[in-house]
């Protein structure tokens, strides 16, 4: 159900990592010339807290200008200001190009109560 019922999953996660993953490469990359090829270079906690903080500000940033965050709340439904479920549907549509959703939803059988 992450595709579904998760907008930080959908939206945030990627990115997030991904400049995680692009400070800790830089730091690697300001490092090299003090260690020896084969050494373990150790990343401190608070050089790792540092590169989750500068990456979390840079999704804060880029959400003023490409509202990825809002349209993901859209796009699972879970907009409480929306006016229709249009974008909700379309994407509930859309999932089903994957085979495993599309036997899922298939086989699913709402259980009726008299």
Known sequence: ???IYQPGDIT???PLTSKIRAHYYSY???????FKPGARLKVSRENLVKF??????EVNADQRFNRS??????????DPWAMSLGKFTKHLDSLTT??????LV???EAIVFN
């Not at 690697?28 to 003090?34: I, Y």
């Open 52 to 57: 989750v903080e500068r990456s979390f500000d």
């Open 98 to 103: 994957n085979k495993v959703y599309e036997t």
């Open 12 to 14: 945030i996660n990627k």
């Open 69 to 78: 965050i809002t349209r993901s709340f859209q796009i699972c439904g879970l």
């Open 28 to 34: 690697l990359t300001d490092c090299a010339s003090s």
């Open 1 to 3: 159900m992450t595709s």
């Open 106 to 108: 298939k086989h699913q």
